[in-house]
């Protein structure tokens, strides 16, 4: 467990330096992240490198005793790169070029990218591969920010003909997988074929569905290029890229399986004000962040990571880009980093160590103010540091990876799918897993975010958010587990090329539940549909419904009914499924009743305190505004607070 820090030495005067450096390391700072913005200083000029500042600044940081994480500068392609290649540029769905003076600008397909991309990769990795203070390396910087994985550039339609090519092989595959019939659209060759928009109203769903999945491919092999190269000129130093929180636009587990460190930016109070939480959550956790939205994302990077995953961006203060910015309450800035190290997190590194006073981001914290002078936050990581060294020295086995019995599915292609065919205007998939992930902390749970490939074994409760496709093997792989698997609405309601299965939902999951979702029908958001269960619970479905057939199966049973009598929730032996998303309440009486039948033990902490669990350690955490006592822990050794835990506090304790 460690700490780091997103450090811009060209944003300074070289004065600064030495002194940044040694209040880093005075302040417990062990890593330092750089360069991942800086090529127009690197190479001011076509083929004009300018190494001197940078390597004096790397000695400077290697000389304080920080371990350097060096950055491909691959986000911000300068000027004079974007004139000499204007096709760098992508495209956007109106036809028009994304313009110069932000970042990202750049089109993953385009030829001229590529090469410009493994030039700079090739003299960064060469300059710097075996420089003893460097340790690790990100590639690039949260590919898909801005909304820029996909583009309709020439060179990406071109690439995505050849990629429909060796999917379908034949173009008669491709029309049959499309249903190109409909509306006369079949093609007579790939070179017919372009990027699904401009058409006059919606373009085909499988067409627009292969163009993301396309889309997200060539991230993938964007990021492989860069890992290739600085594995051969830096062996033996991991390589991480640092995702974004929510920035689902391509496959994470694709980039992930690259790489040996996956880890993202953490802004819990960004998210808050720019996700689909209502009003009044907003309000009430305006600066705490919601208690799992931060968790979340951990357990999504812990599932994908082969070296423990770390938080590349921690916020730090307000940050510039929600539409409201609050500061987090004292305390937050402490709590999140603890939360990141309960999760399994090896490093939480902090965005920035010192406030920019220009350009796009002056409005955002840093650990120091502009003037340099440090900042709450900065006061918080100090105490974080001193709290990481009594943790290492309880010897607790504090930094053991977490082990659990629960499982939430997560899969981007589902939140494609459902954005190309909501049905339903707000069927919205990050949210949904992201409901049933709340519902499982909310009641103590820790939680493995896995892949829809992973092993299932060892788990007792496994959730599954809505899958539109699910893999043919699935559910056998759900039946060898021998879990409790509860499935959402709509799994299984699609084959791979987004057509409707044969035998009707729910598909290749009819040998574990064999029903007929017969017709679906999705609800406006101020539809609640009652739901009765049983004499003791009862609550309300929404978004969406699935009518099920339960035709004359002896083994499928009825477990709650909407009020016209269909079925809302259905389950066979160990499999269950909802037709319907029910409220937060419902969801989580629900699976709490599944989970005590699975063996576990469910503890109600509604949403206020979080409990999570790693190596010999649990950890409390209060999100609240009263101090919460822990109870019902007789022998506890605490290492960090104690059993009164103030809001916004953290505890952590050993019990003997
Ligand atoms: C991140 C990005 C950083 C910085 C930060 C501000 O998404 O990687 O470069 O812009 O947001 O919060």
New binding site residues.
């Given amino acids: 467990m460690r700490l780091g820090v997103c450090y811009y030495p060209e944003h300074w005067p070289e004065s600064l330096w030495e002194d940044d450096a040694r209040r880093m390391k005075a302040l417990g700072i062990e890593q330092v992240r750089i360069a991942e913005?800086a090529w127009s200083r690197i190479e001011p000029a076509p083929g004009e490198y300018d190494w001197a500042w940078l390597d004096r600044a790397i000695d400077v940081l290697g000389n304080a005793g920080l371990k350097v994480v060096m950055c491909t500068p691959t986000a911000t392609p300068p000027k004079w790169l974007i004139d000499l290649h204007p096709d760098i540029v992508p495209v956007g769905a109106d036809g028009k070029p994304r313009g110069f003076g932000s970042r990202r600008h750049y089109d993953f397909s385009s030829p001229s990218w590529f090469e410009a991309s493994r030039t700079i990769c090739t003299a960064v990795a060469a300059r710097y591969g075996n420089h003893p203070a460097v340790a690790f390396w990100q590639t690039d910087?949260?590919y898909g920010?801005h909304n820029t994985v996909v583009s309709y550039s020439p060179a990406a339609v071109a690439r995505f003909r050849e990629w429909l090519k060796a999917r379908y092989q034949t173009i008669d595959a491709l029309n049959r997988a499309w249903g190109n019939v409909f509306w006369s659209m079949e093609y007579r060759s790939f070179d017919e074929i372009d990027a699904p928009t401009g058409t006059v109203t919606e373009a085909n769903p499988s067409h627009r569905f292969d163009y993301r999945r396309f889309a997200s491919d060539e991230v993938a092999r964007y990021n492989r290029m860069q890992v290739d190269i600085i594995r051969a000129h830096s062996p033996g130093r991991p390589v991480a890229h640092?995702f974004?929180q929510l920035f689902n636009e391509f496959d994470h587990y694709k980039v992930a399986a690259d790489l040996d460190v996956a880890t993202w930016?953490s802004?819990p109070l960004?998210a808050l004000d720019q996700q689909w939480f209502e009003p009044e959550l907003k309000a009430k956790f305006l600066r705490t962040g919601h208690p799992d939205f931060a968790s979340f994302n951990h357990d999504v990077y812990r599932g994908m990571s082969k070296l423990p995953f770390w938080v590349m961006?921690q916020?730090p203060g307000p940050?510039?880009?929600a539409q409201w910015n609050p500061a987090p309450l004292p305390g937050m800035v402490r709590l999140w980093s603890w939360e990141a190290f309960a999760h399994g997190a090896g490093c939480v590194s902090y965005?920035r160590w010192r406030q920019a006073p220009f350009a796009q981001?002056q409005m955002?914290a840093g650990l120091n103010t502009p003037d340099n002078r440090l900042d709450v936050g900065g006061h918080e990581a100090t105490r974080v540091a001193e709290e990481i060294r009594a943790v290492a020295a309880a010897n607790v086995d504090a930094d053991a990876a977490v082990r659990t019995k629960v499982a939430l599915v997560y899969d981007y292609e589902a939140k494609w799918l459902f954005e190309i065919h909501p049905q339903g205007a707000d069927f919205y998939y990050p949210r949904f897993a992201f409901e049933y992930y709340s519902a499982l902390r909310a009641l103590g749970f820790d939680v493995d975010v896995i892949p829809v490939t992973a092993s299932l074994d060892g788990y007792a409760l496994v959730v599954v958010p809505p899958l539109p496709v699910v893999p043919d093997d699935f559910a056998a792989r759900v039946a060898a587990s021998g879990a409790h698997v509860v499935f959402g609405p709509r799994s299984g309601s699609k084959t791979l090329d987004l057509q409707i299965p044969a035998q009707l939902p729910p598909g290749p999951l009819a040998s574990l539940l064999p029903m007929r979702v017969w017709r679906v029908e999705s609800l406006r958001p101020n539809i609640a549909e009652p739901v009765h269960v049983d004499a003791t619970i009862e609550g309300h479905g929404r978004h969406w419904r699935d009518l099920i057939d339960v035709g004359s199966e002896p083994t499928l049973a009825v477990r709650a009914r909407f009020a016209d009598g269909h079925p809302a929730y259905v389950r066979r032996g160990s499999a269950h499924y909802f037709a319907t998303l029910f409220d937060d309440r419902l969801t989580e009486q629900l699976f709490a009743r599944i989970a005590a039948e699975a063996g576990l033990t469910p503890r109600v902490h509604g949403d206020s305190l979080r409990v999570s669990r790693r190596g010999a350690l649990t950890y409390v955490f209060n999100y609240g505004q009263r101090v919460h006592t822990i109870d019902g822990v007789d022998a506890a050794d605490f290492v960090i607070g104690s059993r009164d835990v103030e809001p916004q506090g953290v505890a952590a304790y050993r019990t003997r």
Avoid: I, L, R
Wanted: hydrophobic share 30%.
């Fill in positions: 913005f910087n949260e920010c640092n974004m930016d802004y960004g961006e916020q940050v510039n880009w965005f981001e955002h």
